[in-house]
């Protein structure tokens, strides 16, 4: 048996791991995910220890296909590795190294090898995807890349994720209103609703500022979910920074939200902070900063309530073997009563109960247009 350990962790703890675990053959860090074959390979003959933690100035472990699982109806597909940001609390370019796109044109031929794959979704990955073409210095930013992509035969919907609020322009906000193919759904990290938070967390915009690009995507996409992630507990947090996160909440009425109590991460700049929020208080934010929104995604969900809505049909639900689960264009989960034919269509259905995390839905007449 040959065993290994991979990933932000192996890249963080290198030999270490060795050290710890003596079972291990080899350690591999996020630059080196395409030595795979060659580090199996290495033990089988050598039987010694390997760790294998450089960092690289091409995108070899990214640029590699790997075909999706029978069934399949959405991928992910990652367009960048790294991240310039240094936000204070984030461990991230220190283990995946400074910001690199990858060339459109791999990205391209990748998305339509995928729809002969039967792919009909694509995710965009990235740690910052707002930024993308900074690095490659042929003038194709973001927008222009989701642009090339709507153009793929086979390909019914594009998403992406994670983006930064202070690279999100009003080009990339226009596609939302002008391309078919992108969903209208955007995960925006906020992070905070304090302006002196934000400044320490050193995330480069205002909560004006972020505000402002949130009214702009509902001007040109009424139908825009938009969904983020919030850190309560930052050092130096007081109770009138928490408060106004949950001022700035009720303003917006995000969709959904990832929340997290602030955990420390060595080596960046929010360990050196003083005013460390004690536990009990930390959880005590995060729980009522959740339950008040649960309210807004319980009212969010019950707004779409009786309104018809396209799903692409991705398999059987979680719940009933009877049932077929998939998402609207906005995120949301729907389970319908349908057979598994249905399965990568594209299907109409109307809403007829809301829940917190999912709707239930009912199938519209198949010849009246509802399943293409």
Known sequence: MIIGVGGCLAQHLGTKFHKKFGHLDFVFGTHNIHRLPQLVESIKENREKITEIDFY???????IFAPPRTGAV??????????????????????????MSRASDDILEEIIKLADHGIKEVILLGQN?????????????FAALIKRIGKISGIERIRFTTSHPRDLSDELIRCFAEEEKLCD???????????RILTLMNRGYTVEEYMRKIDHLRKLSPRISITSDIIVGFPGETQNDYQETIDMMEKIRFDSTFSFKYSERKGTGAQKLEGKIEECEGLRRLNQLQMLQDQHTLGKNIALENTKQEILVEGRSKNSESDLMGRTGSWKIVNFEGELELIGKMVNVKISKAYLHSLRGKMINKEVGGVH
């Open 185 to 195: 759904h955007i995960h925006l990290p906020v992070q905070s609703g304090s302006n």
């Open 57 to 63: 100035k091409s995108l070899n472990s990214i640029n």
């Open 129 to 141: 995807v707002n930024s993308y073409g900074k690095t490659l210095g042929d003038g194709l930013n």
């Open 74 to 99: 959405s991928a992910f597909v990652t367009i960048m590795q790294g991240c310039n940001n240094f936000c204070a609390y984030c461990v991230v370019p220190y283990l995946r190294g400074p910001e």
